[in-house]
């Protein structure tokens, strides 16, 4: 631990976040009144029992990790912000057949093993109007949101509720969010996704995995400046306007 937090500290001096805000880069962003009056959507990516439950999947915690935790709480807490107005929510979850694998990554998810469904604390989310559902077969959720017919599930979420801002939090920083992120932010500057202007990622809001050889800290902090290096803008605080 002694050694990762020294390599944490060290990467955040030598690569460090600009963080996005309203005050002078404070890390902070406004929902509701006390926003820039665009509208703004929730994506929420992965936050399955496959990936945040403890001894759920080949791919879930060994053991209660308190960064997925806090992840789950934030998200938990945001997404009733947003039924309660009823903004509009994405809800991105990792669902696989058994035949078809994904390397490099072991079996996860897989169809009917409740690993592909949403967290207990999320549940409540597949009953609420104002929340869309998709379920993706690969780690790209702007790819996995891709129709038979050609059309794109977000895309569409984003043009029906012009939506100028997307809030994005979930899981795996560096994976799953990253890739999301980074297709989103293409998409934007190509004109796929209109009327869509800013992509915004909530650190506390996400979180990783700690394994031997992906150290937790440094992993997250790695997949947050990748992702700023894309276009994305980090926050640190999300508050709700008056």
């Known amino acids: 631990m002694g050694s990762e937090s020294a390599a944490v500290e060290m990467l955040r001096r030598e690569i460090p976040l600009v963080a996005a805000g ?9 929902l509701g009144a006390g ?29 209660p990790d308190a960064q997925i935790a806090a992840m789950v709480e934030e998200s938990d807490k945001l ?14 979850l990792d669902t696989h057949f058994p035949d078809k694998p994904e390397p490099p990554y072991p079996p996860h998810c897989i169809i009917g093993t409740g690993e592909e469904n949403l967290v207990p604390a999320l549940q409540w989310l597949e009953e609420a109007p104002n929340v869309t559902v998709r379920r993706k ?3 790209n959720g702007f790819i996995g949101s891709i129709r038979d017919d050609g059309s794109n599930a977000f895309a569409d979420w984003v043009k029906a509720h012009q939506i100028k801002v997307v809030l994005v939090l979930g899981i795996c920083t560096d994976v799953c969010v990253l890739d999301f992120v980074a297709t989103a932010l293409a998409a934007r500057n190509v004109g796929m996704v ?12 996400c979180a990783t995995y700690g394994l031997p050889g992906h150290p937790q800290e440094l992993m997250h902090h790695v997949g947050l400046y990748i992702a700023q290096g894309r276009g ?9 306007g008056s």
Do not use: Q
């Not at 309203?22 to 406004?30: A, I, M, P, R």
């Not at 994305?232 to 709700?240: G, L």
């Open 79 to 92: 997404a009733k912000v947003f039924c309660e107005r009823n903004w509009p929510v994405f809800s991105l």
């Open 194 to 205: 209109p009327p869509l202007e800013d992509v915004v990622v909530y650190s506390r809001g």
């Open 22 to 30: 309203k005050e002078d880069g404070d890390g902070s962003f406004v």
């Open 137 to 139: 077969s690969c780690i």
């Open 232 to 240: 994305a803008k980090i926050v640190h605080r999300v508050s709700i």
């Open 35 to 63: 926003d820039d009056g665009r509208n703004v959507g929730l994506v929420l990516i992965d936050i399955v029992n496959g990936f945040c439950t403890v001894g759920a999947g080949n791919l879930a915690p060994a053991a």
